[in-house]
Nanobody, 121 residues
Framework: RVRVVESGGGSVQAGGSLRLSCAAS????????MSWFRQAPGKEREFVSG???????SSADSVKGRFTISQDNAKNTVYLQMSSLKPEDTAMYYC???????????????WGQGTQVTVSS
């Protein structure tokens, strides 16, 4: 079973930056679509940004122009560069991956445990 491991969360002041990383362990011969979601206390989990194996990306309107997603296919790692952070970006950030092609695990969504991002005003 593939493991999804996030890192890079932390606490910053408004206007600051953070970079999140998400790595899919093992299955180095598999290509994954990779996405970031977030969930604030008392709210539903929401889509933040995603990148597909062909390099195409999408982002929620609330983060466009501030967050950038990128992928290192050789390392099965996705990054989320977050800039101009706002207090409303405070949430637990989760990585989700979906096997697409190659020597892959069962085709289903796999989630990480999450990494906390806290933005103070």
């Amino acid at each position: 079973r593939v493991r999804v491991v996030e890192s890079g969360g932390g606490s910053v002041q408004a206007g600051g930056s953070l970079r999140l990383s998400c790595a899919a362990s093992e299955y180095t011969s598999c290509e994954f679509d990779m996405s970031w979601f977030r969930q604030a206390p008392g709210k539903e989990r929401e889509f933040v940004s995603g990148i597909e194996t062909d390099g195409s990306t999408s982002s929620a309107d609330s983060v466009k122009g501030r967050f950038t997603i990128s992928q290192d296919n050789a390392k099965n790692t996705v990054y989320l560069q977050m800039s101009s952070l706002k207090p409303e970006d405070t949430a637990m950030y989760y990585c989700r991956i979906l096997p697409v092609r190659g020597s892959c695990p069962i085709r289903q969504y796999y989630w990480g445990q999450g990494t906390q991002v806290t933005v103070s005003s």
